[in-house]
């Protein structure tokens, strides 16, 4: 059975992090020197529907098989706030309103579990492990899909459940004010069939309303569309450097990981950078 914080040479920190998304849920241990899986991740249809008490219960039978007994971080779309479930995508409404603790203190008792919101734990990958890597001061992560996914990470330290992509610009097409992910996410360029050189305007705008608010350090940019940064990075007309995500097809696994290892005592994120807190 795996240590909570050793692996079984008793040399490296490990950690085990569990994603869930619409369709599938990936379990996986990870090294938590450099955020790599040390083996194949385990993957399982996400129930349908996706209530809170089918999850949780594909995740112990899930952890049951990996054979882990140490703290447990999860990945979830959807926003944790006081220990309640706040919002569902791509998960059932049944979410809205869940008691996260309890859920978990039922289907597994006596097991540390902490829960994060998806787009958080590709977030702190992406600091510790990836793209954001090396970056003192604030770096905010931006995942484009169906919606616009964020995250916050200043020194290393997630600043938890932003919902960036709901964050209302003013449309440069002049059709008045809307929601960042109605006009900029991944959806939009592919529903409109839009080149980069017509979508590219529309992410400089939404990266400049958030400039204007926060002053990062760093963008760092994911989704599918990230793997054709260089047909459309070039083409940004914001002022903050952008950098290409590299660690999103595991980045849920690794960042839970973390963040249950944190939360554990055993990862101090701010030291992981190596950054001060000032």
């Known amino acids: 059975m795996a240590s909570t914080t050793t692996d079984p040479s008793g040399t490296a920190l490990v950690g085990l992090g569990v994603d869930v998304g619409g369709t599938g849920i990936k379990i996986g241990r990870v090294d938590l020197a450099d955020g790599e ?8 249809p996400t129930p349908q529907p996706a209530t809170p008490d089918a999850i949780a219960e594909t995740i112990r039978e899930m952890i049951d098989e990996v054979g882990w007994d140490g703290p447990v971080g999860v990945a979830i779309p959807t926003v944790i706030h006081e220990g309640t479930a706040r919002i569902a995508h791509n998960i059932d409404e049944s979410w809205i309103g869940c008691d996260v603790v309890d859920l978990f203190d039922r289907h597994l008792p006596g097991r540390t579990v902490v829960m ?31 919606g616009i996914g964020s995250a916050l990470i200043l020194n290393g330290q997630l600043i938890p459940n932003t919902e960036f992509g709901h964050l209302f610009v003013d449309d440069i097409a002049g059709r008045g004010f809307d929601e960042a992910e109605h006009l900029a996410s991944a959806m939009v360029r592919a529903r409109d069939d839009l080149s980069f050189d017509e979508w590219a305007p529309h992410v400089s705008n939404v990266l400049r309303s958030i400039e204007d608010l926060l002053w990062p350090r760093a963008f760092v940019l994911g989704g599918g569309v990230s793997e054709a940064a260089d047909e459309w990075f070039p083409l940004l007309e914001n002022r903050t450097p952008v950098r290409a995500a590299v660690r999103l097809n595991d980045a849920g696994i690794i960042g839970a990981a973390l963040y249950a290892a944190a939360h554990d005592g055993a990862v101090d994120l701010g030291q992981t950078l190596g950054v001060s807190d000032n």
């Open 37 to 44: 899986l040390l083996d194949e991740r385990l993957i399982r």
């Open 116 to 146: 994060l919101n998806d787009a958080d734990a590709a977030g702190l990958t992406e600091v510790h492990y990836g793209a954001g890597g090396g970056v003192e001061g604030l770096v905010i992560l931006l995942t484009f899909g169906t």
